[in-house]
């Protein structure tokens, strides 16, 4: 089983930084790739920024050169998120593929908002 444990949402102005963070545990070693989606309401939940396990980082057309995407260890995964637009608000679900499946946090509320 996996476990995945999102923090660092919250509320925050327009042109603003936030920065996600999240913890995986449970009983495993690989862990192929982490990633963070999004979904607002109304809307479909969308990718964006992945991280696969050696490979490059890639992100929705929408947060480039805003969102940053890294990895510390073998089980955190981070999202810096600067210059934070209202269209960014949504819950951000934090994401990893180990064990043969696909597994997601809880996820954590961002509201960007004057």
């Known amino acids: 089983q996996v476990q995945l444990v999102e923090s660092g949402g919250g509320l925050v102005q327009p042109g603003g930084s936030l920065r996600l963070s999240c913890q995986a545990s449970?009983?495993?070693?690989?862990?192929?790739?982490m990633g963070w989606y999004r979904q607002a309401p109304g809307k479909q939940r969308e990718l964006v920024a992945g991280?696969?396990?050696?490979?490059?980082a890639n992100y929705a057309d929408s947060v480039k050169g805003r969102f940053t995407i890294s990895r510390d260890n073998a089980k955190t995964v981070y999202l810096q998120m600067n210059s934070l637009k209202p269209e960014d608000t949504a819950v951000y679900y934090c994401?990893?593929?180990?064990?043969?499946?696909?597994?997601w946090g809880q996820g954590t509320q961002v509201t960007v908002s004057s």
């Open positions: 449970g009983s495993f070693s690989g862990i192929y790739a």
């Open positions: 991280l696969p396990s050696g490979g490059s």
């Open positions: 994401s990893i593929l180990a064990l043969g499946r696909v597994w």
